[in-house]
């Protein structure tokens, strides 16, 4: 089983990124899939989550209106699209499967760093 994060990096206040996580080993379309964030000194936090059926969404308060997350079955890959990047969204950003009655599954993070 592996989950893998890529398309961190350095961007400035008000930029982009998109972040990608690659699945495999596991049947990726009956997980539910999130985004999760850990801040230099912080507890690891929600940022976003898409079920499995139907895709819908949720977000945490901090992020709404600016991030958006997706995911592709076929591709086996979820996404998180952010905006308006704040020096705030500073963190480690994780890739995480879960379903009910099963095991979970943690990604190694990618870095995402928002300075000028």
């Known amino acids: 089983v592996q989950l893998v994060e890529s398309g961190g990096g350095l961007v400035q206040p008000g930029g982009s990124l998109t972040l990608s996580c690659a699945a495999s080993?596991?049947?990726?379309?009956?997980?539910?899939m999130s985004w999760y964030r850990q801040a230099p000194g912080k507890e690891r936090e929600l940022v976003a989550r898409?079920?499995?059926?139907?895709?819908?969404?949720n977000y945490a308060d901090f992020v709404k209106g600016r991030f958006t997350i997706s995911r592709e079955n076929a591709k086996q890959t979820v996404y998180l699209q952010m905006n308006g990047l704040k020096p705030e969204d500073t963190a480690v950003y994780y890739c995480y499967a879960n379903r009910v009655v099963s095991v979970d599954y943690w990604g190694k993070g990618t870095l995402v760093t928002v300075s000028s």
């Open positions: 080993g596991f049947a990726f379309s009956s997980y539910d």
């Open positions: 898409i079920s499995s059926i139907g895709g819908s969404t």
